[in-house]
């Protein structure tokens, strides 16, 4: 039997929040997948604090399939801590980040594992079908792919990745939808692969609202200053402060000229001079308040995979 709770090779995550009428079908449907492939694997399904009866249906199904794991938040953290808590109570080598919502069918994971398996890290799905925030999804996957150059479509869809991906990469609020991006951006090969699309199972979208549009876009933006801007940020900020000092000395070389040679005062480039030098300044000291923080991301980060080789090494004394 392939879909084995111990050692498992994959490791599925699925963060659900007021799945009452999908997580008997979904779970039914991960049973039919696992009587049809060859690799072992567990399901992780985490109740994000629901309200209705999830929590309830979990607890009675999980004694009828082997693969299945609960956790419960005792309230609704959002989608990137529920995957987090999924990270961290996985066993597999691989995972696969699954919405609970049956818009796609847990038959299409093994096209994933075998792009896995093909030499990628990260797999992300390319949604083929109609659905309600194709427009929106469109400009968005479309914005960051210029913005990351990025050559997979889709960046919101589902995915499977190796372990390590997620171990090198913190993951702020809602910035799973740019796991592709920092992946690519840690030098992990990426790929994707065509998902067929479905309608909802049962119950309504979480994520509904143009509300999410600017928050999206602001996200975005944080991303790439991440990814550029905390790189050097001395040179960066210390770009524009001498741009704008050279300007300020300058127009005072203009103001001195006028004042002295043309005999005609003109107190606004005074102002202008005193406007550009300050502003100047104030660049370079945040430059430096930025390379600070660099130093400091750089230093939780080497912390962060001296833990992860301590942890490895104990589960290998382990074994």
């Known amino acids: 039997m392939s879909q084995l709770k111990n050692n498992p090779r994959i490791s599925v995550i699925v963060p659900a929040y007021n799945e009452e009428g999908n997580v008997d079908e979904l779970c039914r449907q991960f049973k039919e997948m696992g009587d049809n492939v060859s690799f072992s694997f567990e399901v992780i399904i985490i109740d994000d604090g629901s309200t209705d009866s999830t929590a309830v249906k979990l607890n009675a199904l999980v004694d009828n399939y082997s693969f299945l794991q609960i956790v419960s938040h005792g309230n609704n953290r959002g989608l990137t801590e529920a995957l987090q808590t999924g990270f961290d109570m996985a066993l597999g ?31 992300t799905g390319w949604k083929q079908g109609k659905y309600s925030k194709r427009f929106v999804s469109k400009v968005y996957n479309t914005l960051s792919r210029r913005l990351f150059n990025l050559k997979v479509h889709d960046l919101n869809s589902v995915k499977a990745f190796r372990r390590q991906v997620v171990e090198d990469i913190f993951l702020r609020k809602d910035w799973h939808r740019y796991l592709v991006a920092l992946a690519v951006e840690q030098g992990y090969r990426v790929d994707e692969v065509k998902m067929p699309l479905y309608e909802r199972y049962s119950g309504s979208s979480k994520f509904s609202g143009l509300a999410r549009i600017p928050v999206g876009i602001l996200d975005m933006l944080a991303v790439k200053s991440q990814l550029t801007l905390l790189r050097k940020p001395l040179l960066f900020f210390g770009i524009i402060g001498g741009f704008l000092i050279g300007s300020g000395i300058l127009v005072g070389i203009v103001a001195m000229y ?8 003109l ?12 502003l100047g300044g104030l660049s370079f000291i945040l430059g430096f308040l930025a390379e600070g923080l660099a130093s400091i991301k750089e230093e939780l980060s080497g912390v962060r995979h001296s833990i992860r080789r301590l942890e490895l090494r104990q589960r290998d004394d382990k074994d």
């Open 93 to 123: 080598d691989i995972f696969v980040f699954y919405p609970a919502d049956l818009q796609y069918k847990p038959e299409d994971i093994p096209a994933m594992i075998s792009k896995i398996d093909e030499g990628n890290d990260l797999v």
């Open 258 to 265: 006028l004042r002295f040679i043309m005999d005609i005062g």
């Open 267 to 278: 107190r606004p480039l005074l102002y202008l001079v005193i406007l550009l030098m300050i």
